[in-house]
């Protein structure tokens, strides 16, 4: 919203408004959104009204508001609206005038007859009506809930709104209720209550750990094999695939280099681990050695073939 313009009276406001889609304004009590775009136009809610601003300087009422779209980003969805709101939703006084009664503002004015009360500013079924659509307004309106570890809210977020239950999630200690997430160290109510049927009920996805149902009352128990998980198979410590280890940790690890620290021989690549630094094995501490043996064979070698062949010239001149 970059400014407001107050117009003929306080109770008239014109705004221009930007605003992103999902978003939207409270103006003089009424909220106004932005919902999304349609054939070059704009769907908009005004409390509990829709309507679609088809095109550019062309104003739509919606619940008693004037809307006309100056300008409209599609990528990201911006919509620019001129927004007047000829009177003040909200101040008590039903001014039967500019636009406002009972159906742009219930606050003020009320709603038709007894089968509807105001509800943000809209009108919905009275719970006390035998035709009532609505299961409750508030959360107050529904019954406590007989299932154990259940609660009852209601449920706005479908319409007409309904009584629905859900599980308790909160570990609460004294309230009667073990959650399934909960246990003795955290709420005194699981002191009595299994917290599993069967071994199934424990598995933790680790193929490194056996998980069991056990002790009384019933609880999940976790004996770990001690190894590194690697997809659905428990490699043991110390074991070393390709380039990489299962450390005392329990994590996987790349083998290490030469100088590198490390405590046992299968951290380093060389598979000897001397005075806490990987060192050379036993290939890379004989090569040099056999490197030197190679090269005095090759010329013993070559001074014995220079002997057989000056013996043989020799034999040929006499």
């Given at each position: ?236 410590i110390g074991t070393i695939e390709g380039f ?61 073939y220079l002997v057989v062949l000056i013996r043989k010239r020799m034999e040929e001149?006499?």
């Amino acid at each position: 919203m970059l400014g407001m313009v107050v117009l003929l009276s306080s109770v008239v406001t014109a705004e221009k408004l930007y605003v992103d889609a999902g978003q939207g304004e409270m103006i003089n009590g009424k909220n106004v959104t932005f919902i999304g775009i349609l054939n070059d136009g704009v769907n908009m809610q005004v409390d509990g009204d829709f309507g679609h601003i088809p095109k550019k300087n062309e104003t739509v009422i919606i619940g008693g508001v004037h809307i006309m779209l100056l300008g409209l980003s599609k990528n990201p969805p911006i919509a620019i609206l001129d927004v007047i709101v000829p009177f003040s939703c909200g101040d008590g006084t039903c001014s039967g005038g500019a636009g406002e009664d009972y159906a742009s503002c219930c606050k003020d004015c009320g709603c038709l007859g007894s089968a509807k009360n105001c509800v943000n500013n809209i009108c919905v079924s009275n719970l006390s009506s035998p035709t009532v659509l609505f299961g409750c307004l508030e959360d107050d309106d529904c019954s406590t809930s007989l299932e154990p570890c259940t609660t009852t809210y209601c449920n706005k977020e479908v319409i007409p709104f309904q009584c629905t239950t859900k599980d308790l999630e909160e570990c609460i200690p004294g309230d009667g209720c073990c959650p399934i997430s909960c246990t003795i160290n955290n709420d005194n109510d699981c002191l009595y209550k299994d917290q599993c049927s069967s071994d199934k009920d424990c598995e933790d996805d680790d193929p490194c750990t056996v998980n069991t149902c056990s002790s009384k009352p019933k609880s999940c128990q976790t004996l770990d094999q001690g190894g590194c998980p690697k997809g659905d198979q428990c490699i043991p410590i110390g074991t070393i695939e390709g380039f990489t280890y299962c450390s005392q940790e329990e994590k996987i690890f790349s083998l290490r280099e030469l100088g590198e620290a490390c405590n046992y021989d299968y951290e380093c690549i060389s598979q000897q681990c001397n005075d806490l630094e990987c060192g050379k094995g036993l290939a890379q501490r004989i090569l040099p050695f056999s490197i030197i043996s190679i090269f005095i064979i090759c010329i013993l070698l070559i001074a014995f073939y220079l002997v057989v062949l000056i013996r043989k010239r020799m034999e040929e001149e006499q």
